[in-house]
């Protein structure tokens, strides 16, 4: 996948990806071999189920909620918060609501 460009204008983070009906919808940001940082948007009631990664990611809710689950405890992540996912931690998520993520995920 291409790496976005985003130099010229500051843009808000919530316009650069929109919401679509029953599915996920992502867009890379930057792609690098020490890690990249992904934009994702969740219709209500969708989601991820368990997985592990071998990085540490950093979860940034930039629109609306969803509850995550991180070594089988549930925590309900809202507008403007951060989670971070422990590297080989088992985690899954659900929207709540329709939300946004700003996924960081950090190789090195």
Request: glycine share 8%.
């Given at each position: 996948m ?9 843009t808000?983070l919530t316009?650069l ?16 071999k ?10 209500e009631?969708?989601g ?21 689950t991180v ?5 309900l ?12 931690e ?10 946004k993520?700003?996924l ?5």
């Open positions: 291409e790496e976005s460009n985003l130099l010229g204008d500051a808000a316009d990806v929109k919401y679509q009906d029953g599915t996920v919808v992502s867009r890379t940001l930057v792609k690098k020490t890690g990249t940082v992904t934009l994702f948007a969740f219709d009631g969708e991820l189920s368990e997985h592990t990664t071998p990085f540490d990611a950093l979860v940034l809710v930039a629109d609306g909620s969803v509850e995550i070594s089988g405890q549930t925590m992540v809202k507008e403007g918060e951060v989670l971070l996912l422990p590297a080989d088992p985690h899954a998520l659900k929207a709540v609501t329709r939300f993520m700003l960081i995920m950090i190789r090195s």
